[in-house]
């Protein structure tokens, strides 16, 4: 066959097949005496061996290799093929995403355009100074691709940096609890601890139904973030998780603050009280447990507090005894200058 007849059975062109005989893929059987290549059948099929390996993204000479190399093993390529194909996927991912954010952003024009790529640069920096500038500056400078900073936000280690970024994402508007809602359902807890510490800074109901919600969480670091934020904002429903961290020991001072905060509201005061005795009574909780307790029960007045209190000032461990007889004076005090309060 001549050089048009294999182009047309193949499919190659003809300036294609003149090619690979340059790099020695394919080999013309003989001339004519005209001067013509003439090729076999057998050179033919080894065209179409080429194309299909081209066809999986190998080159022209590692396709060399495939037909030449008597140890060449496919597995070995094939592994190389889909490693480089996933380099490939995961950059126009990227590139991709970069894209959707800029999209988001609405660009008026190109000013827009290159502060929202210098922004999302910003933000991927391996220093953390230049992603904490980035943060402070995201809501100051024009539209913010919020998806960014929530990205950002829910894998951002350093304390300073995640800090700016909440506190860019408390000024984004109410775009940015969607995307976190999505975070709080992460598989890992140290996502989600993030994204509530997020939601956390967002004064508004929708975000307080969210801390609700995460209340549930089975992490008791991730719901103890959700009750420390509820208690602040008065939410009853936090107090079991609360009382639960004090019990392990987790944040227990932000807890027992978040109690007190609770407790001025004469109509929780009581419950939360009790909540606390019956831990301390119940005998489930260890010695440290019961101490953290005992303290816990400064903040919270009313008489049911008063009464366990002088019962535990009797207490067989002498730290709590301790605890509980200080805790009453201080009360004793508090209650001389203020004659009110209830007792």
Not at 304 to 327: F, K, P
């Amino acid at each position: 066959m001549l050089i048009g007849d294999v182009a047309k059975r193949s499919g190659v062109s003809a300036r294609m097949l003149r090619h690979y005989e340059s790099l020695g893929l394919v080999r013309p059987t003989g001339r004519t005496g005209s001067g013509y290549r003439e090729y076999s059948g057998e050179t033919v099929r080894r065209i179409f061996h080429i194309e299909v390996l081209r066809t999986l993204g190998l080159s022209l000479r590692d396709v060399g290799r495939a037909l030449e190399d008597p140890g060449f093993t496919p597995a070995e390529l094939v592994d190389d093929l889909i490693r480089r194909t996933q380099d490939r996927i995961a950059a126009e991912t990227e590139l991709l995403g970069r894209l959707r954010r800029i999209d988001a952003a609405e660009p008026a024009g190109w000013e827009d355009v290159l502060q929202t790529v210098a922004l999302l640069q910003a933000l991927g920096s391996k220093s953390a100074g230049t992603r904490q500038r980035a943060a402070l500056s995201a809501a100051e400078e024009g539209p913010v691709p919020v998806d960014a900073l929530v990205e950002a936000a829910l894998s951002e280690s350093d304390p300073n940096v995640a800090g700016a970024l909440r506190w860019a994402l408390a000024r984004s508007g109410e775009d940015a609890l969607a995307l976190l809602a999505e975070g709080l359902r992460s598989p890992a807890a140290e996502v989600r601890t993030r994204a509530v510490q997020s939601v956390a800074r967002i004064p508004d109901d929708e975000a307080t139904a969210l801390l609700r919600d995460t209340l549930a969480d089975p992490d008791i670091g991730v719901r103890g973030h959700a009750a420390v934020a509820l208690g602040a904002r008065g939410v009853a429903d936090a107090v079991p998780t609360l009382v639960e961290m004090i019990v392990e020991g987790r944040n227990d001072t932000d807890a027992a603050d978040a109690l007190g905060t609770l407790a001025r509201d004469p109509a929780l005061a009581d419950r939360i009280a009790t909540g606390l005795v019956d831990r301390i009574a119940g005998g489930t909780s260890g010695p440290s447990a019961r101490r953290r307790l005992t303290q816990a029960l400064a903040d919270i007045p009313g008489g049911t507090t008063t009464r366990a209190l002088g019962e535990l000032s009797h207490d067989e461990d002498r730290a709590v005894a301790v605890t509980a007889t200080y805790l009453l004076r201080l009360r004793s005090t508090r209650t001389a200058a203020r004659p009110g309060e209830q007792r």
